[in-house]
């Protein structure tokens, strides 16, 4: 059958570090908040992020547990040798999708509770 594989970016980041890139990119401070999984959970639903539990878990809560373990220190070379060329770093990935968190079409999350 497939192979399972491991695909990361060109770096190391934590999650603080993803905040301080955006926050560099977008002229404004963006903080971190290290929310309790279930926390996190609910307001990904309730915004709408993710449409049932079921893909909430797959597209998001396994990544942050992931990040959690230290999982995120790991870097491959699988980007490269599957396509032939470099990972994006966030910051070049943001660069590409920048307007859709500074743009006029850019949604307003709901208030932090």
Same mark, same amino acid.
């Given at each position: 059958?497939?192979?399972?594989l ?18 560099? #990119?977008? %002229?404004r401070?963006i903080?971190?908040? *290290? ?5 996190l $959970?609910?307001?990904? /639903? ?9 893909a ?11 990040? #959690?373990? %230290? ?5 491959? *070379? ?5 396509t $032939?060329?470099?990972? /994006? ?11 859709r ?13």
């Open positions: 059958m497939g192979e399972n491991l695909v990361t970016g060109p770096a190391e980041l934590d999650l603080y570090q993803v905040a301080d890139v955006f926050s560099k #990119a977008l %002229g401070t903080h971190y908040r *290290d929310l309790p999984e279930a926390q $959970g609910a307001m990904f /639903l309730e915004w709408g992020a993710f449409p049932n539990p079921e909430l878990e797959v597209g998001a809560l396994c990544h942050f547990r992931a990040w #959690a373990r %230290g999982d995120a220190a790991l870097v491959t *070379d699988t980007c490269r040798r599957i $032939g060329r470099a990972p /994006l770093s966030v910051a070049e990935w943001l660069d590409k999708h920048i307007s968190f500074n743009g006029a079409n850019s949604p307003a999350p709901p208030p932090h509770r």
